[in-house]
């Protein structure tokens, strides 16, 4: 029924000499060697010598320079070093003040966005100062162009004729103070509310003529700032500014 055992065909290979002697198995002898290649002795031998060269350099450079020479106490009378120079102190701006404003605050700005950093500088400037419930002479150079003119003057009568003026501009009895940053720090420093302790406390409500603009039309040309005369034709009126306004008389300082 089972058929007789029979030799088999397949001859096995002798493996006593080495356990990888299959061929599957053929290059894991050499990988497994501990012998190293004398190309790597020689790579790491010239890097010592790299680094020794280094060390070698450092060491003669740091004995050709000459040493510090220590600073001086703070108790000793010993002149300062002539390499350090002191900052001298700085000058004092001359000052610039508006005649007949000692009694309020004056600001120079623009209602208008066309530049919206002047703008947002302009608004915080003006909230800040009417939070102190003073009076406040706003001239908004946009509306009056003779505001401009007037700026102008005033810096060049106080020596600063040659400064790029930039809105705002603050003064507070009379004194200027400075711009947007300058006003904003002194308000945060506590400095700004001493300085204006001594003015006129009055109320802070909107004027009920010009609803807080301080300006208003002008009553001889309605605004146009145009007048008919006979025999003469259209000319320019001379009581208002040329966008035909004029400051309001009740909120006016």
Not at 9 to 19: A, G, R
Not at 137 to 161: A, K
Not at 190 to 219: M, N
Request: charged fraction near 20%.
């Amino acid at each position: 029924m089972w058929r007789p055992w029979a030799k088999s065909t397949v001859k096995i290979h002798d493996t006593s000499s080495s356990p990888f002697s299959f061929p599957t198995f053929k290059d894991i002898q050499s990988l497994c060697t501990e012998d190293h290649p004398s190309g790597q002795i020689k790579k790491s031998s010239s890097i010592f010598h790299r680094v020794r060269v280094a060390n070698t350099f450092l060491r003669s450079l740091s004995l050709s320079l000459p040493e510090p020479k220590p600073e001086p106490e703070p108790g000793n009378n010993a002149s300062p070093a002539p390499n350090k120079t002191t900052t001298p102190p700085l000058q004092q701006q001359p000052s610039i003040t508006i005649p007949g404003t000692d009694k309020r605050i004056v600001v120079y700005y623009t209602s208008l966005r066309v530049v919206r950093s002047t703008f947002e500088d302009c608004k915080i400037v003006l909230s800040i100062l009417r939070g102190f419930r003073v009076l406040i002479d706003e001239r908004d150079l946009s509306m009056d162009s003779s505001f401009l003119n007037e700026l102008n003057q005033i810096f060049s009568n106080g020596g600063d004729c040659g400064r790029n003026l930039t809105l705002p501009r603050v003064f507070v009895g009379g004194r200027y103070m400075g711009g947007a940053e300058e006003t904003t720090q002194l308000n945060e420093s506590g400095e700004l509310k001493k300085i204006i302790e001594g003015l006129p406390v009055v109320d802070s409500g909107v004027c009920e003529v010009c609803c807080g603009y301080r300006f208003i039309l002008c009553g001889q040309c309605n605004g146009s700032h145009k007048l008919y005369i006979q025999k003469a034709g259209f000319k320019s009126c001379t009581a208002c500014n040329e966008n035909g306004l004029i400051r309001c008389p009740s909120c006016a300082v």
